[in-house]
């Protein structure tokens, strides 16, 4: 098992080193346009190994894509972040371009790759992904779901003073401050509804929390968070390397599914051997169909900027 991850930043990095640890692939290709970054990385990740106990081979080359030959997934976080202040829609224009490059010359040297996209705006960046390549709709996966999930949890777990794995949750929709949908509704603590826990305004709280949870990290750390991210990339990477079949909330091509056609938006979906296994719809109420619409439509207007 061979994965690639372009983009050796903070969330690369971050992405190698928790896919290392858990010690499902054989090798990690770390792949950057700065001289001699990804290969420092690498190289001081490596040093770890004994100390994480690892075996997972971890390299790193300066923007030559040969060294990616054969990759069985490649995870694309390439782009400039977020500074305090900024939408993630505010980056469309300098990494629209590089995701295009980056997603070519991927294909180019691994032909049946499997790819996730976690550059922003990511609905936007995998709907251009999917443009670019022509690839299936199942080979091409966005992650933002997960991350908003894992947030979301995080979020109710604070709320409920509980621990974060008594807590259930999930966030559908655009992967923006404005977009997502955190579905409070179904959220539940042992399968208990938190509803019989939390009151409507400590639920409303959660929700809007969530929603800008990215943005007050950047706030506070002066540019995009990247632990909680390369944890989400590495999970679902996980889940396609051994074909887990988890259901994680990811930006998918949609065909029909809720109604919506040609966009990539954050839906439920079963990842596994063959990236996207299955897209799950589920019971939305009146509100959330309106919100999802909503969100959706945010969406196609930031694609239209493409």
Not at 125 to 145: F, Q, V
Request: some cysteine; aromatic content about 4%; charged content about 20%.
């Amino acid at each position: 098992m061979k994965v690639t991850v372009v983009g050796a930043g903070a969330v690369g990095a971050s992405c190698a080193e928790y896919i290392a640890i858990k010690d499902f692939a054989s090798e990690v290709v770390l792949i950057d346009i700065k001289e001699g970054f990804a290969e420092g990385k690498a190289m001081d990740l490596m040093q770890t190994a004994s100390l994480n106990g690892f075996d997972t081979k971890i390299t790193g080359t300066t923007n030559d894509y040969s060294k990616t030959a054969d990759s069985d997934i490649a995870v694309i976080t390439s782009g400039i972040p977020r500074k305090p202040g900024m939408t993630r829609e505010e980056l469309i224009s300098t990494n629209a371009g590089i995701v295009k490059s980056v997603a070519e010359n991927l294909i180019k040297h691994s032909p049946n790759v499997i790819i996730i996209v976690v550059s922003n705006p990511m609905d936007t960046m995998t709907y251009l992904a999917h443009k670019a390549t022509g690839l299936p709709k199942n080979r091409i996966i966005g992650m933002g779901g997960a991350l908003d999930s894992a947030r979301f949890k995080y979020r109710l777990a604070e709320a409920l003073d509980c621990p974060a794995s008594d807590v259930d949750g999930m966030v559908i929709g655009g992967h923006s401050d404005t977009g997502m949908i955190p579905l409070t509704r179904l959220a539940t603590r042992n399968s208990v509804p938190v509803s019989k826990f939390l009151s409507d305004d400590k639920l409303n709280y959660v929700l809007e929390e969530t929603k800008v949870g990215g943005a007050t990290l950047t706030k506070l750390l002066g540019t995009s968070a990247w632990y909680a991210p390369g944890a989400a990339v590495s999970a679902m990477v996980q889940a396609i390397a051994c074909d887990t079949k988890k259901m994680f909330p990811s930006s998918c091509m949609l065909d029909g599914e809720y109604g919506l056609s040609d966009i990539c938006i954050g839906v439920p979906a079963i990842i596994g051997r063959n990236g996207i296994e299955k897209i799950v719809e589920i019971e939305l109420d009146d509100a959330e169909k309106a919100k999802l619409a909503e969100s959706a439509d945010a969406v196609k207007k930031t694609n239209g900027l493409l």
